[in-house]
């Protein structure tokens, strides 16, 4: 695993938007409705970092806020996997807001 340049960083971090590049690492705050829904969305995170064998560092703050920390650790910064998971993660969330929405 090789690390990214700033090119293909700034290039990956287009459709990720709500991301921000922090130093060697990216990072988001989730915003959930309430502590419960806090905790199943930090399971689903932890359920999609175990698939791809990739974990991130996560904070609940704020009994309803979900901060997500990317960096490949072993590299020193980051890769194709922080991005991989960045964008499942994402697409975990959103359909997450979708079934919220529809309650």
């Known amino acids: 695993m090789t690390l990214l340049t700033q090119k293909e960083i700034d290039h990956h971090l287009e459709p990720l938007s709500a991301w921000e ?12 409705k309430n502590f419960v829904e806090a905790i199943e969305f930090v399971d689903t995170v932890a359920e999609l970092a175990e698939e791809a064998d990739h974990h991130p560092d996560i904070l609940i703050h704020g009994w309803n806020n979900v901060t997500i920390t990317l960096s490949t650790h072993s590299e020193g910064g980051l890769t194709e996997k922080d991005f991989e998971l ?12 979708d079934v919220e929405s529809k309650r």
Do not use: D, P
Not at 21 to 32: A, D, W
């Open 21 to 32: 590049l922090v130093g060697h690492e990216i990072t988001r705050t989730f915003t959930r």
């Open 86 to 97: 960045a964008s499942k993660i994402e697409a975990k969330a959103r359909e997450t807001e």
